[in-house]
């Protein structure tokens, strides 16, 4: 049943436990796309509007404003106009979408939705679904059919006696739902019934079938707990795992002699660093005046790296606005009439700013340290910050001076994707010419972005606003959005960086001039 | 009905005889189904001594039972006694040609694959070849290269061919039996190093059909796929593993050709998780064939990739340790199925 | 051996169907609506008659890839092996086989065969068959010149003396395998002398002359049913069209041909032979006609006929389903 998708309480940052939905923005029965804002969250540190994690349309919202849920639960429920409501509600029954709200919420008992057509038996209390890890023998157990949620018709009922030919799942099935296999017709090799025939034929006797729950498919194992001093491994990966608190089991063992080594210990951070830390002892939160938060790799290494821009770059600042209408008409022309392409402004903006430094090469540049020598781009590679809940992270769209919007967009997709699920190689992310930091979902209207070296320049993206402006002599309401550019002052003069502005005006406010 | 301990090769050499006995159009062919042919031993000429009936001995004593009309010894000549075989299904007897060793294919296999395989479709459905060829395979007894493979996988690519692959001796008995009963061309592989295990068999005739696999362990966290002398190993480990608590199913397919695509589905359906250990080949194998299945019809069931254990792409080495590395056994099946359920 | 007016003007039918079909096969072919391959049999029609005519619908042959003449000796009905050869749903084997496997089981026809050397071992089959089941049949194979080296022939003719079957084995030397003269490919300097190593008798015949191929058929299929086992005939004649339609026969000339056609027809010489004993020249023109007519109601059915419904493509792969 592919058609039925969740939406679930994102984790916004390492120590964000839980979220109150304060607002939704889409109406039950209204379709979404992908990056559209559908409902406003709220945390103990910030509150944030969620992004569509894909297209569809919402069939049920399940969580209430005002309404807390751990990370991880069920929001709410996408599916395509095809699927009944009925099958959204088996489904919603099968996970067992009742979740304790916190207290102040909709009725205090466990689900205020339609409950299942029949008294389920539950095999564990209600639980918010898929993110939490368990042992595997119970996710096994969990992941067989759930015999509360399936209706079998009366017909069919009873015990089956003496042989039947049936595989032995099948088998196994009838005794679990109390059926006859007497009733049911086989399909099989020699009539022989098979799970998918009882199936088919509790439907055709009016009964329901709960749809199969599908696995957590993470990427990310469980967290091992048990004690992995016997785990084979190198001295530095187990002093490395044990400052990162990661146990060894949890960690492949690609070393020599089969130990676990530091890179497979880096990959196990890597990969328990973009998803919940369930499992994990909690912090006693409430208590505590404060909660120490250890710095992660990551984290140190953007300090670092941003601490010796500023300290070494020299930095200043040009701002300018641009006007935006053009642009928005295009970018609606374009999405509503070539196929297969919805293009943000951000993808315009990347095309610009790769334009004008065709025409400005010499703000094209990287700058060695090493050497104190300047490296002069023929081709633009555009680095595009992306903010990740564990950190901030620069993918690069390279050579976008030869692509066209579609592509560029396409690309920035995919690199994003990446980058969230920590997929992103190396020269993925390191290297580039130039850097576009955008805050316009924010509504930010301007701020100045640190150059990320070794590039020499960054442009940081305000929101597009209507706001009044003077043409020819009359105040009339257009959009603009704010950008500053900021350089380092040793490779890079004023007059240069006005210079790419002035070219970048160009390209966004013609922007028919980035189609030719 | 009354059942015996009855090792593999008894059951096979009884499933012949019973057909035999059951149907006057049923012939054996092969070399040295009898043996001793021109010999000259008087011994053997008057019957006080038996002949060894074959060089692992399944077919000791059929000639004296049903004679040279109907237990036929030929020369060493494959490609005539498969195409002959064929040409006699398609005219009115249900031959069951021996080749000694599948390996063997290769001398014949124009008569299997062009010829037995594709009468039925290429004359329009107006031809049956009720055609059993019947050879050992299998690797374990150092024979070295050019005796220890095992191609079913190379028959079951084949369109016509049905191909069997018994475990044990209760399902080598009904397989047997199914396959000469059967209208088409079936290719019966015996693994040599089977024959003197035993097991619980019916005394009387009974059938297995086709394309149903048998679960020689029950369990709910791995399905371990397994085919002939595979499944022995595989429920070794299974069983080491279920003192652990990791609850193994087993699925012996039994039939290469035609596939219990659904009981093999099923379970993985139910457990998520797969380990497939086959003889035949590293790459282009059985095990290849099923891992496709699974992946492209259960994907949405499985919880890690599926694992692969098959010899390595060499040919079978002779020096005992060399061999021993070389076939996948119950230690390597058992790694395999931990690497699947901590991923 | 002296045949009956009937049984001759039989024989000189089935020969004329032969020499009609091909070469009305030859012009259709030059149209490109018949797909693949097709081998043709001219000159060669007296071997295949010359044997057939001494099989009932219950023996078996054995065929190659140029078996029109075969099946058309044996018994095959031309309107089923024109649609056939034109792959359509009528067809013998419902446009599943096609000119290279043409079949029919209920005239004793195992089927032409695409694989040089295939069909001996074949017929050994049917030979043993009737053997076993004792009901007095016989087989033949026909192999070519070309065929005759293959290892498959040998094994099937050291078999049938082994186990003394009631086979006859026809080796048609049509000069050429393929492309290479018989003279280069077989090393000895008689296949019939090969097979005689084997252990059975053999002999030697102008395949262009019927009577001769006749003759020594009998002799060895009464031999083959009394059980006094295998035999070998080696029938020399030459084909008049290529190895396969198309073949730009650039391992001989034009002349070469011409000289054949002219000088070693079959169906001259038999009515060179016959006219004026027991039948007239009239009569065997007449006979001559109604070939010619019946194959162009073959044609004309053929192309008429349906093409075989997609539900064919997946059908009968094995018996059971």
Known sequence: MSEIKLIEVPKWGLSMEEGTVTEWLVEEGASFSKGDLICEIETSKIANQLEAPFNGVLRRIVAKPGETLPVGAVLAVSAEAAVSDAEIEEFLAAIGADQAPTPAEAGGSPGGHPAPAQPTLESSPPSPVAHESVPVTETTNASRQRPGSTIVPEALQGRTNGDVFATPHARRLADDLSIDLARVAGTGREGRISVADIHDTIRAAGGTVAPPVSPVRSGVPGRSFEDDSTVPATPVARRLAASLGINLHDCRATGSRGRVCESDVREAERRFRLQPEVGAAPEPAAEAEFETIPFTTMRKAIGQRLQQSKRNAPHFRLTTDLQIDDLLALRKEINATVPAVKLSVNDFIVKACAAALQKVPDVNIQFDEATQSVLRYARADISVAVALPSGLITPIVRNADGKTLAEISGEVQSLVTKAKTGKLTADEFQGGTFTVSNLGMFDVRKFDAIINPPQGAILAVGAGQERPVVVDGQVVARTMLTVTLSCDHRVIDGALGAAFLRELRRFVESPALMLV | MTMSKTTYREAIKAALAQEMQRDATVVQIGEDLRGGQAGTNPELESGKVEAFGGVLGVTKGLWTEFGSDRVIDTPITESAIIGMAAGAALTGLRPVAELMFMDFFGVCYDALYNQAAKFRYMFGGKARTPLVVRGMIGAGFSAAAQHSQSPYNVFAAVPGLKVVAPSNAYDAKGLLIQSIRDDDPVVFCEHKTLYDVKGEVPDDPYTIPFGVANYTREGTDVTIIALSAMVNAANTAADKLAAEGVSVEVVDPRTVSPLDEEGILESVDSTGRVVIVDESAARCGFGHDVAALIATRAFGSLKAPIELVTPPHTPVPFSPVLEQAWLPDAARIEAAVRKVVSA | ?321
């Open chain 3, 1 to 321: 051996m002296a045949l009956t007016k009937s049984a001759l003007l039989s024989a000189y039918r089935k020969m004329t169907e032969i020499r009609a079909f091909e070469d009305r096969l030859h012009e259709e072919n030059a149209t490109g609506d018949i797909p693949g391959f097709i081998h043709l049999y001219s000159g060669q029609e007296a071997i295949a008659v010359g044997v057939c005519e001494n099989l009932n619908d219950t023996d078996y042959i054995g065929s190659t890839h140029r078996g029109h003449g075969h099946c058309i000796a044996k018994g095959c009905d031309l309107n089923g092996m024109m649609a056939e050869i034109f792959g359509k749903n009528d067809g013998l084997c419902h446009g599943k086989g096609g000119s290279m496997h043409i079949a029919d089981l209920s005239v004793g026809m195992l089927g032409a065969n695409a694989i040089v050397g295939g069909a001996p071992s074949l017929a050994i089959g049917a030979a043993l068959s009737a053997k076993t089941l004792g009901n007095g049949g016989v087989a033949a194979s026909f192999t070519g010149d070309g065929g005759s080296n293959q290892g498959t022939v040998f094994e099937a003719m050291n078999m049938a003396v082994v186990l003394e079957l009631p086979i006859v084995f026809v080796i048609e030397n049509n000069g050429f395998g393929e492309a290479t003269g018989r003279d280069y490919a077989v090393g000895a300097p008689s296949i019939a002398g090969r097979a005689a190593s084997f252990g059975m008798p053999s002999t030697t015949v102008d395949g262009t002359d019927f009577f001769e191929v006749y003759d020594a058929t009998y002799e060895a299929v009464e031999r083959a049913r009394r059980g006094g086992g295998p035999s070998t005939i080696e029938a020399t004649a030459h084909r008049w069209h290529g190895h396969f339609e198309g073949d730009a026969q650039l391992y001989r000339t034009a002349d070469q041909v011409a000289e054949l056609r002219k000088n070693q027809d079959p169906l001259m010489k038999f009515r060179a032979k016959v006219i004026g004993r027991k039948v007239t020249a009239k009569e065997l023109d007449a006979i001559d006609a109604e070939a010619r007519e019946r194959v162009d109601v073959a044609v004309a059915k053929a192309r008429a006929a349906e093409y075989p419904p997609q539900e064919s493509l997946l059908s009968d792969v094995y018996v059971s389903y």
